[in-house]
């Protein structure tokens, strides 16, 4: 930001971004135009972005510049198992004295469920993970919209459960004429 008012610089041009056509990602601001994989130039949108050297790309570019390289995507011949033991010193070579087990996921936790939550299914509410499927009002357990969620106490709610239970009370908040008292109260001038 400037010392003395004014306007943030974007990250790529260097200009003025103004609020309407601000973006935030990797930790810098860009104009929703300037913030572009830095190899094929195509618009990226902000969460779907690889990072190298301070620099945004596409996860295509990314992979085909800094991705694993050799058949198998990863499983080069420098990985591969022999039957004789190399005592040579590799930065491939497994340094950990624990099992030999490969653990797969290990990725965000939905909020609601506990499980893993991969990129297809995850939504981001309230800045808690779920799956899109788990974005469910506490009280009644309707499936909801990102945009229909409240909170309370850190458990989600619909806007209509929301409203019932932490919401005003009293005349006039919320309940319909129906329940009004008509008795000699209103017929007083």
Known sequence: MPRFGGAPKCHSCEKSVYMAEELKALGKIWHKVCFKCNHCNKVLTPGRETEHDDKPYCKTCYGKHYGPKGVGGGATAGCLATTTEDNAVSKFKNTHEGTNKVVIGGGDKCYTCGKTVY????????????????????????????????????????KNCHARNFGPKGVGFGISA????????????
């Open 178 to 189: 129906a329940t009004l008292s008509t008795g000699e109260y209103a017929t007083q001038n």
């Open 119 to 158: 990129a297809a299914e995850k939504l981001i509410v309230l800045n808690k993970i779920f799956h899109k499927p788990c974005v469910k009002c506490k009280a009644c357990n309707k499936t909801m919209a990102p945009g229909d969620v409240l909170e309370h106490e850190n458990e989600i709610y619909c």
